[in-house]
């Protein structure tokens, strides 16, 4: 099972980027999926999830308006589309995935430690 991210870069803030992570060794649909970011020296930071088939969705607050979490099934991919970004939100963006994780009636989608599939990460930069 690997998860693949990319779509990471330099942007101006204000600028628009958008992730990708790609599953590959299984299908993900119908697990619940989400994006983390990190920045050297503190704890990874929960940003979004989308429920296996996509209809459910949460986000940190501080990302709420800004990024849209996506996912297409029938191509094993999640997205993360990220705009009016903010130097704050420089860091590098991993995508996991929880089988038999619930979005709804609990918080564990927004624990790391509750995923059992990651990727590599992507470097995201925001420039002021």
């Known amino acids: 099972v690997q998860l693949q991210a990319s779509g990471g870069g330099l942007v101006q803030a204000g600028g628009s980027l958008r992730l990708a992570c790609a599953a590959s060794?299984?299908?993900?649909?119908?697990?619940?999926m989400g994006w983390f970011r990190q920045v050297a020296g503190k704890e990874r930071e929960f940003v979004a999830a989308i429920s296996g088939y996509g209809g459910i969705t949460s986000y940190v607050d501080s990302v709420k308006g800004r990024f849209t979490i996506s996912r297409d099934n029938a191509k094993n991919t999640l997205y993360l589309q990220m705009s009016s970004l903010k130097p704050e939100d420089t860091a590098v963006y991993y995508c996991?995935?929880?089988?038999?994780?619930?979005?709804?009636?609990?918080?564990?989608?927004?624990?790391?430690?509750?995923?059992?599939?990651w990727g590599q990460g992507t470097l995201v930069t925001v420039s002021s």
């Open positions: 060794g299984r299908t993900f649909s119908g697990a619940l």
């Open positions: 996991a995935g929880g089988p038999g994780i619930r979005i709804s009636g609990s918080s564990d989608y927004s624990n790391p430690a509750k995923y059992g599939y």
